[in-house]
């Protein structure tokens, strides 16, 4: 069967471009990319971009939970420390962690951008995960980023 090699973007909405590329590009570190009338493009690597933001109205309504929608989308980091670094960088700067999970091979962190929008960044042990187990807990927890 063909199938999609991975997936490519997302395109969000977002009420201010200016607050929400200050968000991306400052907390989690994406680069602009491109700029197009309404629409700011960023990404994480040498890519054309994993993230398109437009511009809504300011008074456009933020995301529902009741809808059908997208509940959040994942940014993958390099390393544990790397996730630990991100952690400590979205406290520092005021953002609410919405919650933390934990498996025994990944460890996630989960936050909304300005607008609602719903973030994840997260670290996959690609070695435990061969392994299969999906219960229980990641040996190492991201409060040790806080010592």
Do not use: C
């Not at 999609?4 to 400052?26: A, C, W």
């Not at 009338?37 to 040498?46: D, G, H, K, Y």
């Not at 996730?83 to 979205?90: D, F, K, N, P, S």
């Amino acid at each position: 069967m063909v199938k999609p090699m991975q997936l490519g973007h997302v395109n969000i909405r977002v009420r201010d471009l200016e607050r929400s590329e200050k968000f991306y590009t400052d907390i989690l570190g994406l680069d602009v990319t491109h700029r197009r009338e309404n629409i700011v493009f960023m990404s994480a690597r040498e890519h054309s971009h994993e993230l398109a933001i437009g511009a809504m109205a300011p008074d456009a309504l933020e995301p529902d939970s009741t809808r059908v929608g997208i509940n959040h989308f994942a940014w993958q980091m390099a390393s544990f420390e790397d996730l630990q670094a991100i952690y400590r960088r979205l406290r520092e700067n005021g953002v609410g962690i919405l919650r933390t999970r934990e498996n025994t091979f990944s460890v996630g962190v989960y936050f909304n951008d300005p607008d609602g929008n719903g973030n994840e960044a997260y670290y996959e042990d690609l070695e435990a995960y061969r392994r299969g187990a999906w219960e229980g807990e990641y040996a190492r927890k991201l409060e040790e980023a806080m010592v």
